[in-house]
């Protein structure tokens, strides 16, 4: 069974403050790995797909790495906007409709105080 | 642009009753899913849609229908109600397969 942790469950900063957030996976072949932001009451807004270990994509003031068990998500001189749920979810290798379905963690609550 | 609308944001239900919620899309995007999201749980996939006239089972399918007549719309049935399926659930789309790049704002639903 495919599973993702994310930790901390939230995560409270200084405005400026770096930090990263962890999302641990257990997975039969990674297809790919997820992050999205949930502002509260919207829908989730896709930021970053990764796909092997060693890759990295940045947008902004986050970065998103990935290696074999788990991906990181620094966030570099955090803003009061960056405040929100950050979601990681994992695809897996699999045939027909097992192929569209992504495994979702639970979020990190990020707050950013100024 | 609209990206992707779901109606209504709000409802309440009693146990038994039956609904639909609607999404709409405008981007032309082929794949289509609904999600519903619960206190202290992920994301689960209900049922998605691969193009126009084509639906299949997510994760977490019972108790729910789904339709795609049009491209642009992906309707979600509920026939009877059950307090179990409250829930906010939210439409996404994407142009590339499993991997949901839009969401809309969701529907918060109550089921008494």
């Known amino acids: 069974e495919d599973q993702v942790t994310q930790s901390p469950e939230a995560l409270r900063l200084q405005e400026g403050e770096s930090s990263s957030l962890n999302c641990s996976y257990t997975?039969?072949?990674?297809?790919?790995l997820f992050w999205y932001r949930q502002d509260p009451g919207k829908g989730p807004e896709f930021l970053f797909t990764?796909?092997?270990a060693g890759e990295e994509k940045e947008k902004e003031r986050l970065k998103a790495t990935l290696t074999k068990k788990e991906s990181f998500l620094h966030i570099t001189a955090p803003k009061p906007e960056d405040s929100a749920t950050y979601l990681c979810?994992?695809?897996?290798?699999?045939?027909?409709?097992?192929?569209?379905?992504?495994?979702f963690g639970k979020g990190t609550k990020l707050s950013v105080i100024p | 642009n609209a990206g992707v609308t779901q109606t209504p944001k709000f409802r309440v239900l009693k146990t038994g009753q039956s609904m639909t919620l609607l999404c709409a899309q405008d981007?032309?995007?082929?794949?289509m899913y609904w999600y519903r999201q619960d206190p202290g749980m992920g994301l689960r996939l209900i049922h998605y849609?691969?193009?126009?006239?084509?639906?299949a089972k997510g994760e977490v399918p019972d108790g729910y229908n789904v339709s795609r007549l049009k491209k642009q719309n992906f309707l979600l049935g509920l026939e009877s109600a059950a307090p179990s399926q409250t829930s906010v659930y939210f439409c996404?789309?994407?142009?590339?397969?499993?991997?949901?790049?839009?969401f809309g704002d969701g529907t918060r639903l109550s089921i008494l």
């Open positions: 996404a789309s994407s142009s590339q397969g499993a991997q949901p790049q839009h």
């Open positions: 849609s691969v193009g126009e006239g084509t639906t």
């Open positions: 979810a994992v695809q897996a290798h699999y045939s027909g409709a097992g192929s569209y379905q992504l495994t």
């Open positions: 990764l796909y092997s």
């Open positions: 997975v039969s072949g990674l297809r790919g």
């Open positions: 981007m032309n995007h082929e794949y």
